[in-house]
């Protein structure tokens, strides 16, 4: 498959602070890419470097195979950064004519990316005159001009409402469909539950995971029990091969588990050991607990 | 080269303050034609200030080129305004994004400025024949094309200049607070040559030797005033017994170091935005 940017060991230091430590990894042409993490975990940052606005400390990256400069390279590509930024005296269409003479290409496709977002009526009002929502739309629209090879969008749906979360999710989604690359920036976990194939979570500038969004999902799974000697519990638990880590948070105990186990054969184990359960639930965990447990990890 | 100069005549065309400045710039050159109705009427003396000589060739060419460049600070405020509007619209940010490299910005900017200059240039050149003309003693080519190097005096004054308010402009990041600086800095080096005249180097010229080599000293030393030279300002000097003997040419190294300041103020932009994050 295709690669469409390689990220080799990057990194950004402000200071004592390194907002992005070490990161690799690759896009390959036709998946959608979510980067995931919360804020300040230097998701815009890295946008920032491949996309030429922000310095690199040390590392490298390059656009498909490395062989045109970066600003070459970019415009082949589609990027929205934060908050759209356009010039508030002009136009829609002449905003989007300006950016087909950067880019360099003809301005005829304008009008065809207006109608994909929903602006072709408002392509003479000034960018002042727009709603947050719209000039989001706009942005997407002309990073649109170029039939990008990628797309990158970091939090577009940042302070929207739902209308125009669900506008701009509909957007995403259509352009993905029509088999453009994707890469969408966002601590939203939903949104990339939603939307990507693939996923890189990073904290604090680390990475901590990538991959297939749905085999990040597949974990065995957890139990949580509840019983009158959780000491004793936690030491019979502690001696089963199946079971990993196990945590006790006031009444209740949580075991994972590291390979595949019913909540029957469980509890069948703990009765011939001698154990009364007063509680019993087997769980997977939501994305957003795995989200949440992998984000946490390294805070402690 | 033509892609980046439309590229940037793109965001000037839309803006109307932008516009609504250079036209402006442009009608007021034309205007120096009016001074010719210029009239003094006190009592028993009364003249005409175009009869005094103003408009003969060749001085003619130091008194426009003069008096035009006073009117460079409204073209400062659209340079210094474009400049710092990408920064304050976060545009610049979306230029890269969209693939601009940093060079190019930059030189797309300069590219403006000197077509500015040329511009003007042009304007002055072609005010001056008709003003020349229309009241010049003498009209032969010779004369009529003497004394040209205060044309060019005044290109290089003007693109020195405009180069100033795009490194400024770069600089400072705000529009207001960039050409507040412009005047601090015209206030700085005024102050400086008083410190160096009155504190260092009384009755000396080393003071005037140091200040040639600032930016906007340079810049105005390659055209001088050219009042003292009018016949009757020289009449009234030797009444009152002041012998004026003033330089009023236009020299290569005075030339030399605006063109310096010039590639400074080029480079300068470049460097500092390479190395900011935006």
């Known amino acids: 498959m295709e690669t469409i940017l390689t990220i080799n060991q990057l990194t950004k230091r402000y200071g004592s602070l390194t907002a992005v430590n070490n990161l690799s990894f690759t896009i390959k042409k036709g998946n959608v890419y979510g980067i995931l993490g919360p804020n300040g975990s230097g998701k815009s940052t890295t946008l920032g470097m491949v996309l030429n606005v922000v310095n690199k400390t040390s590392g490298d990256f390059h656009w498909f195979d490395g062989s045109d400069s970066t600003h070459e390279a970019l415009k082949k590509v589609g990027a929205i950064i934060e908050h759209p930024n356009f010039y508030p005296y002009m136009t829609a269409s002449q905003n989007l004519a300006l950016v087909c003479k950067i880019k360099g290409v003809p301005k005829n496709k304008i009008d065809e990316k207006l109608e994909i977002v929903g602006l072709l009526d408002r392509k003479d009002s000034k960018f002042k005159t727009f709603s947050l929502g719209m000039k989001q739309r706009l942005a997407i629209a002309s990073a649109l001009l170029n039939d990008p090879e990628i797309l990158i969008l970091d939090e577009p749906t940042n302070g929207l409402d739902p209308q125009g979360i669900h506008q701009i999710r509909e957007i995403i989604r259509k352009i993905a469909s029509m088999g453009t690359t994707i890469l969408l920036a966002s601590h939203l976990l939903d949104e990339v539950e939603k939307v990507c194939t693939h996923v890189v979570i990073i904290r604090k500038g680390i990475k901590l995971y990538s991959g297939r969004v749905d085999e990040m999902n597949a974990s065995n799974g957890f139990f949580e029990l509840k019983s009158n000697d959780l000491v004793k519990l936690q030491q019979i638990l502690e001696e089963h091969p199946s079971i990993g880590k196990i945590t006790v948070n006031e009444d209740l105990l949580t075991a994972i588990l590291e390979e595949p186990m019913g909540a029957d054969d469980l509890n069948s184990y703990l009765y011939q050991k001698g154990m009364i359960l007063s509680y019993l639930v087997k769980r997977k965990e939501s994305l957003e607990e795995q989200f949440l447990q992998l984000t946490n990890e390294t805070a402690k | ?278």
Request: aromatic content about 18%.
């Open chain 2, 1 to 278: 080269m033509l892609r980046l100069l439309n590229i940037e005549l793109h965001k000037l065309r839309y803006n109307r303050s932008a516009k609504i400045l250079i036209s402006t710039y442009f009608i007021l050159i034309t205007f120096i034609a009016l001074i010719a109705s210029i009239e003094f009427d006190l009592g028993p003396i009364h003249f005409r200030l175009a009869d005094q000589g103003i408009f003969n060739f060749p001085f003619i060419w130091h008194f426009n080129s003069y008096i035009a460049a006073i009117l460079k600070l409204f073209l400062a405020i659209v340079i210094v305004s474009m400049m710092s509007n990408e920064y304050s619209h976060r545009t610049l940010k979306q230029n890269l994004i969209d693939g601009l490299s940093k060079k190019e910005f930059v030189l797309s900017k300069f590219i403006t400025v000197l077509l500015f200059a040329v511009i003007s240039t042009f304007f002055l050149l072609v005010v001056s024949l008709i003003l020349g003309y229309s009241f010049s003693d003498f009209t032969e080519l010779s004369i009529v094309f003497s004394d040209m190097e205060y044309i060019m005096g005044y290109f290089i004054k003007l693109l020195g200049f405009f180069t100033f308010c795009m490194f400024i402009g770069i600089l400072i990041k705000r529009s207001a607070f960039a050409l507040g600086f412009l005047f601090i800095w015209w206030i700085f080096e005024n102050i400086l040559y008083g410190v160096l005249n009155f504190r260092f180097f009384r009755d000396s010229d080393i003071p005037e030797q140091i200040m040639q080599f600032f930016p906007l000293t340079a810049m105005s030393n390659i055209v001088v005033e050219p009042f003292s030279r009018l016949n009757f300002i020289k009449t009234a000097a030797t009444q009152i017994g002041e012998e004026l003997d003033k330089d009023y040419g236009v020299h290569w190294y005075q030339l030399l170091i605006v063109i310096i300041w010039t590639v400074i103020f080029v480079y300068l932009s470049l460097a500092l935005l390479k190395k900011r994050d935006l």
